[in-house]
């Protein structure tokens, strides 16, 4: 769906069309009527990650993510920054866009795969940082 402010919160920062907002278990995260991508506020990814069935939120896809994957210069939907490229340190296929006061953008499938490795080895990748890593 196009981007339209009276209906969407944000727009996507890879596809440009709307997002809408979904909630599992009480967080509220917001998802791309298009290519599905995620877009987490803050903590949220690794709250919702320990949340039983919350891979069900992400219903892209990994095919359809994938086209999205190497995307550049990727904008906060929040601020407009340019955002950081990171990567999971266990699992170093998975690539997202991270802005230090916003939050973080998965592409479709890639929440899934996230919530494979464990909650304490994701969090000390992120303290660590992973910053300016140029993508490939
Ligand atoms: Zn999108
Ligand atoms: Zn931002």
Known sequence: MEYNPDVHNLQCPKCEHGMVEITHDEIAIDRCTNCQGLW????EAHQLKLRPGSEAVDTGDKSEGWKYDSRANVNCPHCGNLMDLSYDPKQIHIWYEVCDDHG???DAGEFTDFKNETLLDWFRGL??????IVAP
């Open 40 to 43: 987490f506020d803050t903590d």
């Open 104 to 106: 973080m953008f998965m």
């Open 127 to 132: 303290i660590k940082g992973h910053r300016n």
